[in-house]
């Protein structure tokens, strides 16, 4: 019987994990498709442009990206408690809050997009194009910011296949409107921002339906006092006001990694930036069973089942542990020929192959973070999110000033690691506090025999 269910344990993580990291794998294709079309149209500017407007929505969305993290846990949390109301208010509530965020950043999109603009910097030509690119795509920011949180509903009641169709319907949708802009309407630059947002707008209605066809019958209609819950509006907004400012938090650290780097010289920015990546790749995987944690872990915790949230802690820990080991395995082979693929440039690749060392055990150090970090989300346990990411960044700022001034780039990649260590660290510290909200006992009939 044991041997039964931690095969069902096991079985249940891959099937939830293994659709969200097939997601993951789909991003870097439509970024591909994006630079390779905008590396065909005349100017060259166009492809600074694309990359310069890229990393203002980057920032823009991942930094609203509490909202998928924030929807997830209170979603896994009613599900589990089986409370068919408290998942349809979780949903609405998330729902107008997204609407709202992504209506200031319309209202506001001329200082926002300038002042980013100027930020990153680029020529006065590569400047205006991506101006052009920005504000064709903003225009669906509140339909992609509700996506984060119908992708956070249906992680939330596991239903990731939905989730895996949804963003594959985006970015398929994405390469064809690319194409029918740029080259059959000829629209140029801002073809391509238009190709986004369309892509947000199929996403959010696909999502709206596949939603709303999973909505338990015989609710109701939803009140309007039950939508503005005084306790739950608080709670939803200290939930994401948390995670924004980890966010935060996280964006500080590898803002001052990439600006510490820029000192040791263009050479070295570059091929630090190269080795990034490889932190990319790897955390497209241990993303995978980071969002399986919040679902169990919220689902185990609505439920009140510890037994099962052990399992689920447990369990996807096994798996992500055994992925980073791969990672591992597999840049310690085959990372200079990665480093070669990536970049024909000579320095570079010298230096890349430097300090691949940092690169290859970094999955290692890295993954008790992520995984954590899905645990704690499904919790709802976010101020502890931040205050971990405060205390790392902190201990990271530090470590980095005095390891690079006697190390170099060496120093600035084991201050990174140290960021890595002490997200897991911190975590894990709290991690017993996290199962006492648990009761001890198992009632009977509740997930530790019925979700297997």
């Known amino acids: 019987m044991a041997t039964e269910a931690r095969t069902g344990w096991h079985r249940r993580v891959v099937s939830l994990a293994a659709p969200i990291i097939l997601a993951n794998l789909t991003q870097p294709i439509v970024s591909a498709v994006d630079t390779g079309v905008a590396g065909h149209l005349p100017d060259p500017s166009f492809l600074g442009a694309v990359a310069l407007g890229g990393l203002f929505f980057n920032f823009i969305f991942w930094g609203f990206g509490f909202l998928r993290m924030g ?34 950043v319309l209202v506001a999109q001329n200082p926002l997009i300038r002042a980013a603009l100027q930020l990153l910097g680029g020529s006065a030509n590569v400047e205006s194009n991506a101006r052009l690119y920005c504000h064709a795509r903003v225009w669906s920011a509140p339909l992609a910011l509700a996506n984060y949180v119908l992708l956070g509903y249906l992680l939330g009641v596991q239903k990731v296949r939905l989730a895996l169709l949804i963003q594959l319907v985006i970015n398929l949708v994405n390469i064809a409107a690319v194409f029918g802009y740029v080259f059959g ?18 996403g959010f209605v696909l999502g709206a339906v596949l939603v709303a066809r999973l909505m338990p019958p015989g609710l109701g209609r939803l009140g309007w006092q039950e939508l503005v819950d005084a306790h739950a509006l608080k709670k939803l907004w200290l939930i994401n006001l948390n995670l924004f400012l980890r966010t935060v938090c996280l964006l500080a650290s590898f803002g001052w990694f990439a600006r510490s780097g820029a000192r040791e010289g263009d050479v070295i920015l570059a091929a630090n930036a190269l080795l990034l990546n490889f932190q990319t790749f790897m955390a497209y995987a241990l993303d995978g069973f980071a969002h399986a944690s919040e679902a169990l872990v919220g689902e185990a915790i609505g439920a009140q089942d510890r037994m099962a949230l052990k ?60 995984q954590l970090d899905g645990v704690f989300i499904g919790a709802t346990r976010t101020r502890d999110l931040f205050l971990a990411m405060a205390v790392s960044s902190a201990t990271f700022v530090l470590c980095a000033v005095f390891f690079e001034s006697r190390l170099g780039n060496d120093g600035l990649w084991l201050a990174l690691l140290v960021l890595m260590g002490m997200r897991g660290a911190t975590l894990g510290a709290l991690l017993p506090r996290l199962a006492r909200q648990v009761t001890p006992e198992v009632p009977p009939g509740t997930l530790s025999a019925q979700a297997l």
């Not at 369990?315 to 840049?331: L, N």
Request: include cysteine; charge should be neutral.
């Open 185 to 202: 309407l000829g629209l140029g630059l801002s073809g391509i921002g238009w190709a986004a947002a369309t892509a947000d707008c199929a």
């Open 311 to 370: 399992s689920a802690i447990r369990v996807t820990t096994f798996w992500a542990g055994m992925t980073a080991a791969g990672f591992v395995a597999v840049y310690a082979i085959v990372g200079p020929t990665l480093i070669d693929m990536l970049t024909d440039l000579s320095q570079v690749r010298a230096q890349a192959e430097r300090y691949l060392p940092w690169a290859v055990i970094s999955p290692l150090i890295s993954v008790w973070g992520f």
């Open 71 to 104: 929807t997830t846990g209170l979603v896994a949390q009613a599900y589990g408690a089986q409370n068919n109301a408290a998942l349809r208010a979780t949903l609405a509530r998330a729902v107008w809050l997204s609407f709202s965020i992504g209506a200031v």
